[in-house]
């Protein structure tokens, strides 16, 4: 029976070739893009699944709520530490680590140096009960229990000692940062699972005061909070969360900061589950300092949308196609009735077809995925491949998405041709009634408003793109370039050595020092003290440092007052956001005003326009601009700017210059020249990526409904050869035939767009919110989307009408 | 007895107006008969011979097939009840265009649950009996007309139903292969099998045991 019917369903596929290609291929388009993002999901949700008792495990991070807003820390204060590891009732384990880095680290024994050390934590031998890891040298109990001892994972132990067995590395010395010899006390495997702990280094918390690091046995400051100070602890019994709670709460309390500027704040030490730090919890943090890769739940539910809309386009054009096809069926179904076949066995030969048709598009989908991953790859993180479809997860969820998709795309089209009665089959009064007219235009429709939100929706937000990466942020972005300077190893006469080698550039103009460029993700801001009516009133401010050339640089202009006296006076230039901030109602009034930070007293004498220092998701906000005085050997000087120029042709040698004065001032450190305007570019990276996937997804959609369009031009004009045989008899035109034919069709089409636009328009509001500064939806972009749709749909339609109209009546006539 | 006929009426609804395709029909056959179902077009020759096949309801009457009250029945029933008895020969053939002729012999044996190498045996027969062995892997396009009815015979006879309905099953068929059709329903009915067609030609009409005649959804 069921080797029958897949027979059957194989050879009417065959028979059927264009309906059965275009249902492939729509399926085949669905499946594809639910396939690439299941593993996009899959990834994401396959971190640090695999620590015994991970359920119990939790991370306390820090919340901080002011009238500005709801701020995170992944951290703790470090005193909040010693009070867990003195003891709080409901922890079994309490495992604080500390992010750190080394600036060098050598195995002077084979006279290797290694610099810039990451990945690296401080932690005692909790976190080694806390985390299991497989130990291939070394005593887990004790190998991190006093200072100077370090445990290297394989990898590490590997690059620090060549050729050398684990055993063997075990008892060597390392020296860290010039002068700190540690041992070596054991090697860890590295995790083979997924996990976002990917430490390679494990220095004992014992030699924090060594590296100069805060030390958990006598710090006091409450009211520090760092983002690498984690605190891991393991929790005896779930039902135990709400006592730890209170306890985090009343310690929250008792600590509060009491300085007056805080005192209206509140901080909240919170729980978080390790199953939710890969998706940065609340505040979407980075899970550790050292991870380049935070999954977003809301970007992993888009794209599980956008999937799953796909979906349902291929599973409509299969509806669609099948239930018109079904009249020509009925001939068969009758017959089958006749010779003895039940409403359920047809039903079933149905579906079975409809399985061949899905896992041959499921087959096709597996050859295109990898071609769809490859769109993405540029923001999506390098682990994800599609290796997972294979596994065994990855093939059961593969056959339930067939399953799903046979019977969501198969149920409709079975039931239908299953109630056909032989009868009326036989006595031929079927070709009359077409039920189910309605069912397919509404489907026709809903696939035409998924493509036309899918069209304007990235219209728009290309738009607002655009309108953001070319608005005047108040800053020269093109042409100007900046270097870091390194942060070891680096003293004040090497940085203004290289200063006074830059400026002698001939192609350069304008060079400054300063700290960060006027416009970029850093951000420093403090809180600023000024009189008002004799009250002491706070003004957080938003601080940059630089020299008195920066705002040349950055053609910034001063409106009111004058540019600093010298690099290291104590003033201040502030912009009118901070004025405003201050309550002027003339801004230029807020020169002279006296601000007081800890206890000197700092003029403002001068005022600059406003400019954008983030991306224009955010708005402006009150800054000062400073120079470099608050103590020689706590520079705040870490990078060179300067103007390329007009005449591009000349910069890649100015460039080549610059590069040659930093290697003859940092001949052992890489140099790395920063192009302003693509930072700039950076900050709308992810913009960027809605509008690939948008792209995508929407060249997809519209593939799909296009393909469902044509199949039901093909039906509809196929039935009505006769009628235009007689019409062209009688004396209808081309243009008057096709007129008529693509009529019907044009109308769902407009419909679509009708239903479409108001579902864009609230889509695009809600994500516009993000943005400070918004793009007008212009009405032309709706119009010219929805003409664009008719005209691609005209063509599709276009192309079978003209030839249905083109059939001599004679031979659409001759039969019967 | 083999079935029975009491007072069917069959009509449809149309603007208000009760149009009859079947009034007060009596019929009783016998095992073994050979009907002959005769009219001009639009009679209700086919309606009837749908009744009949319980293909189609009708809205009055008594029909009794074998000691069952076919108008009693659920449609379930009624399917079962002609799949084990009933076998069908249509004007058009209405074989199924994707299967082989053996593959399109061995569908109903498909559907009343007989095993592989049964249904590879009976088949085996039946195309012997006539003598299409040759053909059976050909797909019905490839059979002239005469060929492809009597592979709709062949169809409707193999699962050895008692009553074999034929709708003009020489119709579409010029007159030599008509005339072996009808000789192989004679030699059919002789070896026990009940036969009720539905014919325009007299010559056929007379192979029959019994004429019927139609008027108007009347028998006269
Ligand atoms: N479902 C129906 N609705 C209305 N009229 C019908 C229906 N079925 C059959 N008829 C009409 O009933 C009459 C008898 O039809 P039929 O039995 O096919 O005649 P014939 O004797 O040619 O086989 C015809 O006039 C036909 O149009
Ligand atoms: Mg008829």
Redesign the interface.
């Known amino acids: 029976?069921i080797l029958?019917n897949l027979?059957?369903a194989w050879?009417?596929i065959l028979?059927n070739k264009l309906f059965s290609f275009i249902n492939v291929i729509g399926l085949s388009i669905g499946l594809c893009a639910a396939m690439v993002i299941g593993a996009i999901v899959y990834y994401d949700f396959s971190f640090d699944k695999f620590h015994t008792d991970g359920d119990r495990i939790y991370r306390i991070v820090s919340v901080f709520k002011s009238k500005e807003g709801e701020f995170s820390n992944r951290g703790v204060a470090v005193p909040l530490m010693r009070t867990f590891q003195e003891g709080v009732a409901g922890v079994e384990v309490t495992a604080p680590f500390m992010n750190t880095t080394f600036y060098k680290v050598q195995n002077r024994e084979a006279n290797l140096d290694f610099k810039d050390i990451e990945n690296s934590i401080m932690a005692d031998d909790a976190y080694f009960e806390l985390f299991q890891y497989e130990w291939l040298a070394g005593d887990k109990a004790t190998a991190l229990s006093g200072p100077g001892q370090v445990v290297l994972s394989q990898k590490k132990a590997e690059i620090y000692f060549p050729h050398t067995q684990m055993a063997n590395v075990v008892g060597r010395t390392l020296v860290y940062n010039d002068s700190i010899p540690v041992k070596v006390t054991g090697v860890v495997a590295d995790f083979k699972e997924k996990s976002d702990l990917n430490f390679t280094e494990f220095m004992s918390m014992a030699s924090a005061k060594i590296f100069d690091e805060q030390d958990i046995t006598t710090s006091d400051q409450w009211n520090s909070t760092s983002s690498g100070d984690q605190l891991f602890i393991k929790v005896a019994d779930l039902s135990r969360l709400n006592e730890i709670q209170s306890r985090l709460d009343a310690l929250a309390l008792e600590h509060k900061n009491m300085e007056p500027w805080a005192v209206d704040d509140d901080r909240l030490f919170v729980l978080q589950p390790l199953s939710e730090i890969h998706f940065g919890g609340k505040y979407g943090d980075f899970p550790f300092n050292n991870s380049e890769h935070v999954a977003s739940m809301s970007v992993l539910k888009s794209l599980a949308f956008v999937a799953l809309f796909l979906l349902l386009l291929g599973c409509a054009n299969f509806i669609n196609l099948n239930s018109a096809q079904a009249l020509t069926r009925a001939?068969?179904i009758?017959?089958?009735?006749?010779?003895?076949?039940?409403k359920k066995?047809v039903v079933r030969q149905f579906l079975g077809e409809t399985l061949i048709l899905t896992s041959l598009a499921a087959v096709v989908s597996l050859f295109l995925a990898p071609l769809l991953l490859q769109q993405f790859m540029d923001f999506l993180p390098s682990g994800i491949n599609l290796g997972v479809l294979f596994s065994p997860q990855g093939i059961l969820g593969i056959v339930l998405l067939i399953l799903v998709v046979s019977i969501l795309s198969g149920f409709y089209p079975a039931f239908v041709l299953s109630r056909f009665?032989?009868?009326s089959v036989?006595?031929g009064q079927f070709v009359k009634g077409d039920k189910g007219v309605r069912l397919r235009k509404t489907l026709t429709v809903f696939q035409f408003v998924v493509a036309q939100v899918f069209v304007i929706s990235t219209m728009l937000v290309g738009k607002q793109l655009y309108y953001v990466m070319n608005k005047d942020m108040g800053i020269k972005t093109d042409a100007i370039a900046y270097v870091n300077l390194p942060w070891n190893n680096n003293t004040e006469q090497k940085k203004e050595r290289l200063l006074e080698r830059i400026k002698e550039i001939k192609g350069l103009s304008n060079v400054s020092w300063a700290n960060n460029p006027p416009a970029s993700n850093s951000v420093s801001s403090t809180m600023l003290t000024y009189f008002q009516d004799g009250a002491e009133m706070h003004q957080e401010t938003e601080i940059l440092w630089g020299d008195i050339n920066y705002l040349k640089t950055y053609n910034i202009p001063i409106l009111s007052g004058r540019e600093r006296l010298n690099d290291s006076i104590q003033e201040y230039v502030v912009n009118e956001a901070f004025a405003k901030a201050l309550g002027f109602q003339e801004p230029s009034e807020v020169v002279g005003t006296m601000l007081k930070l800890d206890t000197m007293n700092i003029p403002v004498v001068g005022l600059m326009k406003d400019f954008n220092q983030r991306s224009l998701k955010s708005d402006i906000r009150p800054l000062a601009l400073t120079g470099n005085w608050k103590n020689r050997s706590f520079s705040m000087i870490n990078s060179i700017h300067f103007d390329l120029g007009n005449n591009s042709e000349q910069w890649s040698e100015s460039i080549e210059q610059v590069e040659n004065a930093w290697a003859a001032v940092y001949p052992d450190e890489e140099v790395k020249v920063k192009f302003m305007d693509e930072i700039v570019q950076g900050f709308y990276r992810k913009e960027k990526s809605t509008v690939q996937l948008l792209k995508w997804a929407t060249g997809l959609a519209i593939l799909i409904s296009c393909m469902g369009l044509l199949g039901l031009v093909v039906y509809t004009t196929e039935r009505r050869i006769k009628e235009i045989g007689v019409r062209k008899v009688l004396g209808a035109n081309l243009a008057q035939l096709n007129m008529l034919l693509c009529k019907e069709f044009l109308l769902l089409v407009g419909i679509a767009f009708v239903l479409s636009v108001p579902i864009a328009w609230y889509l695009i509001e809600e994500w516009i919110q993000g943005f400070a500064y918004k793009t007008t939806l212009s009405w032309w972009v709706f119009m010219s989307s929805g003409v664009g749709m008719v005209l691609v749909a005209l063509a599709v339609i276009g192309t079978r009408t003209y030839r249905t109209a083109n059939i001599n009546p004679v031979e659409s006539l001759r039969s019967e | 007895m083999l079935l029975q006929l009491n007072n069917i009426f069959k009509w449809v609804n149309s603007g208000g107006q009760r149009i009859f395709l079947l009034k007060d029909i009596n019929l009783e056959v016998e095992e073994g008969e050979f009907i002959s179902i005769m009219g001009p077009s639009g009679s209700g020759k086919?309606t009837l011979l749908?009744v009949i096949?319980m293909?189609?309801t009708f809205d009055e009457g008594e029909y009794n097939f074998l000691e069952e009250s076919v108008h009693d029945l659920k449609e379930?029933h009624r399917?079962n009840l002609?799949?084990e008895y009933i076998g069908?020969v249509?004007q058009s053939y209405?074989?199924?265009?994707?299967?082989t002729v053996q593959?399109n012999l061995?569908?109903?044996l498909?559907?009343?649950k007989f095993k592989g190498s049964e249904r590879k045996a009976m088949v085996a027969d039946m195309l012997d009996r006539f003598s299409i062995v040759g053909k059976k892997d050909l797909f019905p396009a490839q059979l002239s007309g005469g060929q492809q009815q009597l592979v709709g015979i062949a169809?409707a006879l193999i699962s050895n139903p008692k009553l074999i309905l034929a709708d003009e099953p020489t119709g579409n068929l010029n007159s030599k292969q008509g005339e072996e059709i009808m000789e192989l329903f004679k030699q059919l009915n002789d070896e026990g099998v009940t036969i009720i067609q539905v014919t325009h030609s007299e010559k056929n009409a007379e192979y029959g045991s019994r004429i019927i005649n139609l008027l108007d959804g009347r028998m006269i």
Not at chain 1, 334 to 342: A, F, M
Not at chain 2, 94 to 99: A, I, Q, R, V, Y
């Open positions: 029976m029958n027979k059957i050879r009417s028979k001939k068969e009758g017959i089958r009735k006749t010779l003895g076949s039940s066995q009665k032989p009868v036989l006595k | 086919s749908n096949g293909l189609d379930k399917a002609y799949k069908f249509f209405h074989l199924l265009d994707e299967l593959e061995e569908m109903p498909i559907y009343k169809r």
